[in-house]
Every structure is written in structure tokens, then in C-alpha cells.
């Protein structure tokens, strides 16, 4: 069997796999909408699409969206809100966008549907379709979130930060009952990321206030990235994440990280724990191809799963008519 036809039969198995493992995920089942707003998850993709088209980078900042969402108050929506001590105005999100197609799609569902189809799940549709536009593989949804009625700024110190060690991002990720396998699987969604130099630059010059560079770097690697983050340069000046193929979902990201060429600390130091390090040598291998359907078979799992963090489902939460604002 020819490669082309070896991926195209191995994405429909993981198609297939992933509808039969999205139902009864924390009250959630794909398929929610079907009879109450038929049009809902075809109308988030072409809102995504669109935009897309017009700016290939969206693609990551949609993902980046869910996953903050989620990992404060659980997945409701919460990071949409607007206000000076709403969540999304906390440090970590403060680089946080897309707002404007999240605030799109839930225009025209409401018009077509109104008072149906949660923020909630605009955002887990959105981030599915942003993977998929990025080259990598879709899955079946579960859906039937409800938009949670706190945003508090406050709590999003529960995210995982870019110096964060192994323990600490594994203390973080095991508190939302995600694991070390799926802390791997779903950092790789940093395939499409980019980053501040401001969070990254002092693994260049000044690592541990020793005045030298993080050994871990890969010296050719460090040269391209002093280049982009001189040290009194624009500390937002953005960097890729997977220095070869940005907007691209593939593996290329963790091949980075076994060679030595992770931008994030906290990226870096995957490789050298003895838990995780196994895991990002399963994704990066030794030949593409095979080793590459691997992460496309996994990373929908573990979607799956974060995005079902502390949902709330039936008569929990509001479904709100503006995303920015609660009822």
C-alpha cells in the first residue's frame, strides 16, 4: 500500500475511533445539536475557515483559547467574559485571541438558533477545526457544554506557565486528571504555537542568573533564536514554536525537543524527565510516516478528555446570548 493511501486509511480509523469514544464524556455526546441546531457545528467551520484563510495563525490561537478555558473553572466559557477582574485579563491570558471568531459564530447561531448552542462548545469545535484546517486530524465532539456564570481573574494561576518544571506542570495537569502521557500529547499542540520572546529570552543570556545560556539548547538552535531575541530587543516580538513548520500540525515539534531545539523551557525539559522523555520519543521516532499517525491517533483522545474538564452539562451554568457577557 502506497503511503498516501496507508494515511488516508489510518485518519478514517481514527475518525471512526474518536465518534465512538466522544459519547458519554462527563454528560456530553456528540452529536447534541442534531435536532435543535442542525447547522451549528457545519456554521463554526466555515467561520473558522474564513478565517483561516485570511490568517493561518488563528489556527493556534483558537486551540490556545480551549485549553485556558478549561484549565480555570473547567470547560464553560469562562475566559470569554470581559471586565477588569475577569479571567481573561489575568497575566497568562493576556496574549489571548480569537475572541472575534468565537464572537462571530455565536452571532449567527443566534440568529439561527437562539438561546441553543453554549460558548462553551463554539470554543471545543473551533479548537477541533483549527487542528484540522492545520493539516492534522479531526474527531467527533462531544458537545451539550453549558457557559459557567464565574470568571475570575484570580484563579488562572492554575495554568501551566513556560518556566514551569516537570513537577509542577505534572502537579497541574494531574490536579485537572489528565496524566503525563496526555501532559505530552497535548503540549504538542505547540505544532502551530508561537511565543514571546519576553518568555523565553533568558534561557539565551542569563539562565539561572549564571550569565551563560541553557545548556540544553541546541548551540546552532541558540544562535537562530539570539538572532530573533536580542537582549534588549522587543520582548514581544513572536517566535515560532516548531522552528521548521509553524503552521503545520505534525510531529516536527517533538523531533525539536529531542534534538534540543525547544523554544519554552518548559517544552525542553520534556526530554529530560524520565516519564515524559519516553513519550516524546514515541512521537518524534525515527521515521515519519507511521510514527506520525501516532500523534494524530492520540492527541483527539486527549482533546477529548481535557475538554471535558469540570463541564457543565443540563441545568448547570446559562447558555449565554453574547459571549463576552453573562445573561
Same mark, same amino acid.
Given at each position: 500500500?502506497?503511503?498516501?493511501?496507508?494515511?488516508?486509511?489510518?485518519?478514517?480509523?481514527?475518525?471512526?475511533?474518536?465518534?465512538?469514544?466522544?459519547?458519554?464524556?462527563?454528560?456530553?455526546?456528540?452529536?447534541?445539536?442534531?435536532?435543535?441546531?442542525?447547522?451549528?457545528?457545519?456554521?463554526?467551520?466555515? !467561520?473558522?475557515?474564513?478565517?483561516?484563510?485570511?490568517?493561518?495563525?488563528?489556527?493556534?490561537?483558537?486551540?490556545?483559547?480551549?485549553?485556558?478555558?478549561?484549565?480555570?473553572?473547567?470547560?464553560?466559557?469562562?475566559?470569554?467574559?470581559?471586565?477588569?477582574?475577569?479571567?481573561?485579563?489575568?497575566?497568562?491570558?493576556?496574549?489571548?485571541?480569537?475572541?472575534?471568531?468565537?464572537?462571530?459564530?455565536?452571532?449567527?447561531?443566534?440568529?439561527?438558533?437562539?438561546?441553543?448552542?453554549?460558548?462553551?462548545?463554539?470554543?471545543?469545535?473551533?479548537?477541533?477545526?483549527?487542528?484540522?484546517?492545520?493539516?492534522?486530524?479531526?474527531?467527533?465532539?462531544?458537545?451539550?457544554? =453549558?457557559?459557567?456564570?464565574?470568571?475570575?481573574?484570580?484563579?488562572?494561576?492554575?495554568?501551566?506557565?513556560?518556566?514551569?518544571?516537570?513537577?509542577?506542570?505534572?502537579?497541574?495537569?494531574?490536579?485537572?486528571?489528565?496524566?503525563?502521557?496526555?501532559?505530552?500529547?497535548?503540549?504538542?499542540?505547540?505544532?502551530?504555537?508561537? !511565543?514571546?520572546?519576553?518568555?523565553?529570552?533568558?534561557?539565551?543570556?542569563?539562565?539561572?542568573?549564571?550569565?551563560?545560556?541553557?545548556? !540544553?539548547?541546541?548551540?546552532?538552535?541558540?544562535?537562530?533564536?539570539?538572532?530573533?531575541?536580542?537582549?534588549?530587543?522587543?520582548?514581544?516580538?513572536?517566535?515560532?514554536?516548531?522552528?521548521?513548520?509553524?503552521?503545520?500540525?505534525?510531529?516536527?515539534?517533538?523531533?525539536?525537543?529531542?534534538?534540543?531545539?525547544?523554544?519554552?523551557?518548559?517544552?525542553? =525539559?520534556?526530554?529530560?524527565?524520565?516519564?515524559?522523555?519516553?513519550?516524546?520519543?514515541?512521537?518524534?521516532?525515527?521515521?515519519?510516516?507511521?510514527?506520525?499517525? =501516532?500523534?494524530?491517533?492520540?492527541?483527539?483522545?486527549?482533546?477529548?478528555?481535557?475538554?471535558?474538564?469540570?463541564?457543565?452539562?443540563?441545568?448547570?451554568?446559562?447558555?449565554?446570548?453574547?459571549?463576552?457577557?453573562?445573561?
Amino acid at each position: 500500500m502506497q503511503m498516501a493511501q496507508m494515511h488516508l486509511v489510518l485518519v478514517s480509523v481514527v475518525i471512526l475511533l474518536m465518534g465512538l469514544s466522544a459519547k458519554g464524556q462527563g454528560g456530553l455526546k456528540s452529536g447534541f445539536y442534531s435536532s435543535t441546531c442542525p447547522r451549528a457545528e457545519a456554521i463554526v467551520k466555515s !467561520t473558522v475557515e474564513s478565517h483561516f484563510n485570511r490568517d493561518p495563525t488563528i489556527a493556534a490561537a483558537l486551540l490556545r483559547l480551549h485549553f485556558h478555558d478549561c484549565f480555570v473553572q473547567g470547560c464553560d466559557g469562562s475566559v470569554l467574559i470581559t471586565g477588569a477582574s475577569a479571567e481573561r485579563n489575568a497575566l497568562p491570558n493576556l496574549g489571548l485571541r480569537g475572541f472575534e471568531v468565537v464572537d462571530e459564530v455565536k452571532a449567527q447561531l443566534e440568529a439561527l438558533c437562539p438561546g441553543v448552542v453554549s460558548c462553551a462548545d463554539i470554543l471545543a469545535l473551533a479548537a477541533r477545526d483549527a487542528v484540522n484546517l492545520s493539516n492534522g486530524p479531526s474527531w467527533s465532539v462531544p458537545t451539550g457544554r =453549558r457557559d459557567g456564570r464565574i470568571s475570575s481573574s484570580s484563579e488562572a494561576s492554575n495554568l501551566p506557565s513556560p518556566a514551569d518544571s516537570i513537577a509542577v506542570q505534572r502537579q497541574k495537569f494531574a490536579a485537572k486528571s489528565l496524566n503525563d502521557h496526555d501532559l505530552v500529547t497535548l503540549v504538542g499542540a505547540h505544532t502551530i504555537g508561537q !511565543t514571546d520572546c519576553l518568555f523565553f529570552r533568558y534561557r539565551l543570556y542569563n539562565f539561572t542568573a549564571t550569565g551563560n545560556a541553557d545548556p !540544553t539548547i541546541n548551540q546552532a538552535f541558540l544562535g537562530q533564536l539570539q538572532a530573533l531575541c536580542p537582549p534588549n530587543g522587543d520582548g514581544s516580538k513572536r517566535v515560532a514554536l516548531d522552528k521548521d513548520s509553524q503552521l503545520k500540525f505534525d510531529i516536527n515539534y517533538f523531533k525539536n525537543i529531542r534534538d534540543g531545539n525547544g523554544v519554552l523551557e518548559s517544552d525542553q =525539559r520534556l526530554w529530560g524527565d524520565a516519564a515524559t522523555h519516553g513519550v516524546v520519543q514515541n512521537y518524534a521516532g525515527n521515521i515519519r510516516g507511521l510514527l506520525g499517525f =501516532r500523534f494524530d491517533f492520540e492527541f483527539p483522545k486527549a482533546m477529548i478528555k481535557m475538554s471535558s474538564i469540570e463541564v457543565k452539562t443540563g441545568a448547570q451554568g446559562e447558555i449565554r446570548n453574547i459571549c463576552s457577557k453573562f445573561n
